[in-house]
């Protein structure tokens, strides 16, 4: 059985920075072994083995998009490069020239959206369900058939960091510890409104 999963991830370095025509975009969207709360699938912890995309991502001819919030009518960028390191899954994405590419742009040089989130299927055979020593939920996956990365406001690690943003000949450099401050409020916003 194959099932629908979108996740938000990162222990995240996100960077626009220049390449072909000018625009590009940095960041590790998965952080191995580090569990994040989710609602989807199952309430619980969520977290990737190392590993857990190379099979998806060295199929020949796949394009991988960045889509805005998910949302598949909104592609920004492509994935044009990606590196399983020690510390998660880093990806390079080509910004597109449209609307949504344009916004991605604006949203990360605006600090708005910082997060990103990655969106597949899982895959049964490779993913355990287990009860930690405090009876949470763990779901462990050592692989996910990768459709897309989402470019989001609100990823499910806290630490998940913008670092820098870069176009053209310019740099905004990004506070970590402000940014953190900000997500901490955001985040107990949308659980007092609950």
């Known amino acids: 059985m194959i099932c629908d999963l979108e996740i938000t991830f990162p222990g995240m370095l996100l960077r626009v920075a220049d390449g072909d025509d000018g625009h590009t975009i940095e960041g590790m969207f998965v952080p191995w072994d580090k569990p994040a709360q989710v609602l989807r699938p199952i309430p619980g912890f969520?977290?990737?083995?190392?590993?857990?995309?190379?099979?998806?991502?060295?199929?020949?001819?796949?394009q991988i998009p960045l889509l805005l919030r998910h949302d598949e009518s909104e592609p920004a960028a492509v994935l044009r490069s990606h590196d399983n390191r020690d510390d998660g899954h880093h990806a390079v994405f080509k910004v597109l020239g449209t609307r949504a590419g344009n916004d991605a742009m604006e949203l990360v040089r605006e600090g708005l959206y910082l997060?990103?989130?990655?969106?597949?299927?899982?895959?049964?055979a490779r993913t355990v369900?287990?009860?930690d020593t405090q009876g949470r939920t763990i779901i462990e996956r050592s692989e996910l058939r990768l459709d897309h990365?989402?470019?989001?406001?609100?990823?499910?690690?806290?630490?998940?960091?913008?670092?820098?943003?870069?176009?053209?000949d310019e740099a905004v450099m990004f506070d970590p510890a402000v940014a953190a401050q900000a997500r901490r409020r955001i985040r107990q916003r949308l659980r007092e409104a609950c």
């Open 46 to 62: 969520e977290m990737f083995k190392r590993g857990a995309f190379d099979r998806s991502l060295s199929e020949p001819k796949r």
């Open 149 to 168: 990365i989402g470019l989001v406001r609100v990823p499910a690690f806290e630490d998940a960091l913008v670092l820098a943003l870069r176009e053209a």
């Open 115 to 124: 997060g990103l989130s990655v969106g597949g299927w899982s895959v049964p």
């Open 129 to 131: 369900t287990r009860k």
